[in-house]
Structures are given as C-alpha cells and as structure tokens.
C-alpha cells in the first residue's frame, strides 16, 4: 500500500513538473486561494487518521493472537475514539470548506463518508463484541476490522496525499517566483 501512495506522489509530482515545464497557465485550474484554517485542519486530520490507521491494523493482529474479548474490547475504544476525533475534525472542516480551494472542499467531501463508513463499522464491531464475549474471533467480526482497517488506510491516503499536493503546488509557486513566471496558483 505504502508503494502504490509513494508511485501515487511521484506520479503527480511528475504531472506538475511537466506542467511548470511546459509554463502552462495553471491560474485557470484554481480559482480559490487555500485557507490556512483549512491546511491546519487537514493537517490535524492527517495525523489523527494515522493513528486510527495503525490501530485499525493492531484489531487484526488481535483476531490472530488474542481471543480475550477484554482486549478487543479496550482496542475498539481506541480506535472509536480515533474515529469521533476525526469526526469533530470533520465538522469543523465542513463548516470552512468554502473558505478554501475547490480542492480542499473536494478533499473534506471525500473524507465525510469515509468517516461515517468507519463510525458505523466501529459502532458493529463493539456491538458484535458486546453480545459475542466468548467467540469474538468470528468471519463476521474479523469482516468488520478488516474493513476498518482498509477504510482507515485509505482516508489517510486521500489526506496526505491532499497535504503532499499543496506542498508541491507551494514549491512550485516559488520556483515560478524564482524564475519570474506568472499565471500560476498561490497555495
């Protein structure tokens, strides 16, 4: 997974440069400046997902070597309230998204039901537990921390990769700055 982001990055690290190459007005694909309120919650985000994501994972470890319900019990706390942080977090990107870039509004649109997809899986899981104490380790179960886990995999990746792109777009506009051409966007 770590590969597939990593070519993702390049890739459009790649794009840009070929655009800032070929000096192609770029003003026309950004119309709205980033919010900085905006960057500071993705930001937020982006580290909250991470967590939740490394957690997400240590549920599936536990379906291998921990049959005590009390353990999945207190990791599925965690990774609930990993998922309720990044659900504040949403919230208040939703209430500023319109402050920012068409691709930062993208980006919170993508990460809302990704996060109400793991809320609802989270919430199943602890459920499943609660009246599965002596089988916690069951297909059903281990559907619902495999999907957790891929879901939270993959809301990182949309808020890093998002991060990474601002970063990239920002270097570029200084290189332009350097070089002396306009027409490109300000992050």
Do not use: C
């Amino acid at each position: 997974m770590r590969t597939v982001h990593t070519h993702n990055i390049l890739f459009a690290i790649g794009i840009l440069m070929v655009l800032v190459l070929l000096q192609l007005p770029l003003a026309g694909y950004v119309t709205r400046p980033e919010s900085q309120q905006l960057t500071q919650l993705l930001s937020d985000a982006s580290d909250e997902a991470l967590e939740l994501a490394d957690d997400a994972n240590e549920t599936k470890v536990l379906i291998l070597n921990d049959e005590n319900w009390v353990t999945h019990a207190l990791m599925l706390a965690k990774v609930k309230g990993h998922v309720d942080n990044l659900a504040l977090i949403i919230e208040k990107l939703n209430k500023a998204q319109k402050s920012g870039s068409e691709l930062q509004e993208q980006a919170v649109k993508q990460m809302l039901p990704l996060v109400k997809e793991l809320s609802a899986n989270t919430t199943a899981a602890i459920n499943y537990l609660n009246q599965n104490k002596t089988r916690p380790t069951s297909e059903t179960y281990t559907q619902y921390l495999q999907k957790n886990a891929d879901t939270a995999r993959q809301l990182s990746s949309i808020i890093s990769s998002l991060l990474e792109y601002q970063k990239s777009m920002a270097e570029i506009e200084k290189l332009r700055d350097k070089l002396g051409v306009s027409g490109a966007p300000t992050p």
